[in-house]
């Protein structure tokens, strides 16, 4: 998901939620019910923070979902319920009956006219087309017709050879064209700016792979690449950064004060379950390179690495119970917010590695110490994008992920991945 797709789901997300915003107020004016303007407030915050993490805000679909008509209906009838406990007015049932209507036909209407299904062809044969064909497949935004190319490629559905390109966009209606061929001929630059022309949208491997994936393809990449790639702003913008760490500082102290007594109480518990010291600190790489003392809360027995040091791993062993409850939850992490405080960490970005880890990933990951040229975080785009891992290969996963972030990082992109994390932590799928 590049900036656009970004501003475009979050532009839509708005108008769904100003639509409902009218809706319920027209309603309650129009049925004579006085409510004080606190209670909206509330009620309001409490509404969106429901669809959000039940994910009735999601507009990344091709056709409306059962369960979000289900969901919405069963919401508005515990609203109807609890006003009709406050106010005793009969009405409020038919009030919400009405809402729960215009929600659902806003979101149905929205979805068929904004976020149609598109059919997508592939041009073009190399070691890229079974994970091109994999993720389209796998996303409901897209429908995956087929691919052209001059030789046949098992497994994939072939629709014909490169001259037959413009005909077979019309036959199957394609309105995307992911270009793999490196090397294009002055024919084929001329259709495929015919197509464009007439609408078609033509993206190269690249553009698909951060559109689509959210992420930087790191082993087709070179230096030529990210010199004259576009992005990269947070390396010039210098008023952008000093306005993320005013938002750092004052975010870690919100969620310091409301949090504190959860930390006050996950101190004697971690007490209580093993012996040893209540935090886990250690030191971490932090920005240009520099180490840093990070603090956690202890989830580890206290001889977890007599070995060695070893990566933690999905239902680690030497987690205890508590520990494996605070990693789902996050709470473990929730010292950190001092790190973030003293400008060590920022809220979101790069997850900070340790050294013995880093010498060992440096050699097998090209540009693996970019994710050092910004300010680790407490929790960042990989960690919301990409499943728990603990291998090379996991850390080369996330590093394309990290170097997306990098490239696209703004303040609107953080706001949506410090919302992806509250979603995770809802869940118990913490990291």
């Not at 030497?318 to 605070?326: C, I």
């Not at 080369?396 to 706001?415: G, R």
Request: with cysteine; proline share 3%; aromatic share 16%.
């Amino acid at each position: 998901m590049r900036p656009m797709n970004h501003l475009k789901n979050v532009t839509i997300r708005t108008i769904y939620m100003i639509s409902l915003m009218f809706f319920y107020f027209s309603i309650f004016w129009s049925f004579s019910l006085h409510i004080e303007p606190y209670i909206i407030c509330i009620w309001f915050f409490v509404l969106f923070t429901f669809y959000y993490v039940m994910d009735l805000f999601n507009f990344e679909v091709s056709s409306y979902r059962a369960q979000d008509l289900v969901l919405s209906c069963f919401f508005n009838f515990l609203n109807a319920l609890f006003f009709y406990l406050v106010f005793r007015a009969e009405k409020l049932f038919l009030i919400f009956f009405i809402l729960a209507v215009l929600e659902n036909l806003t979101k149905y209407l929205l979805i068929k006219t904004v976020c149609s299904r598109e059919n997508v062809l592939v041009y073009g044969v190399n070691g890229k087309n079974e994970a091109v064909k994999e993720t389209l497949l796998s996303n409901a935004r897209y429908n995956y017709v087929g691919y052209v190319g001059g030789r046949e490629f098992f497994g994939n559905k072939k629709l014909g050879g490169l001259e037959e390109l413009p005909k077979i966009v019309a036959q199957h209606k394609v309105s995307k064209i992911i270009v793999l061929e490196k090397y294009i001929d002055e024919k084929l630059k001329k259709d495929l700016f015919k197509l464009r022309i007439k609408g078609v949208d033509i993206k190269d491997y690249f553009s698909f792979s951060e559109e689509v994936q959210g992420k930087i393809d790191v082993n087709s990449i070179d230096e030529g690449w990210l010199a004259f790639s576009h992005g990269f702003k947070i390396y010039q913008a210098d008023m952008q950064r000093k306005l993320k760490r005013v938002f750092d500082f004052l975010l870690a102290a919100i969620v310091g004060i409301f949090t504190l007594p959860v930390m006050l109480l996950a101190v004697p518990i971690i007490k209580l379950e093993s012996k040893g010291p209540v935090f886990f600190v250690q030191e971490r790489i932090g920005y240009g390179g520099k180490p840093f003392k990070m603090i956690k809360f202890r989830s580890m027995r206290t001889d977890a690495e007599k070995d060695g040091p070893k990566w933690a791993a999905e239902n680690d062993p030497r987690v205890t119970k508590f520990g494996s409850f605070m990693r789902k939850t996050r709470i473990d992490e929730l010292p950190q917010l001092w790190n973030v405080i003293k400008g060590e960490m920022s809220f979101v970005g790069p997850r900070p590695e340790r050294q013995v880890f880093i010498d060992t990933l440096e050699k097998e990951i090209p540009f693996y110490s970019l994710r050092h040229s910004v300010q680790p975080g407490l929790t960042g785009w990989a960690q919301v994008m990409y499943p728990y891992g603990a291998s090379v290969e996991d850390a080369l996963h996330k590093l394309e992920y990290e170097l997306y972030y990098i490239k696209y990082q703004s303040f609107i992109m953080d706001v949506i991945i410090f919302f992806k994390t509250l979603k995770t932590v809802f869940f118990g799928k913490g990291r």
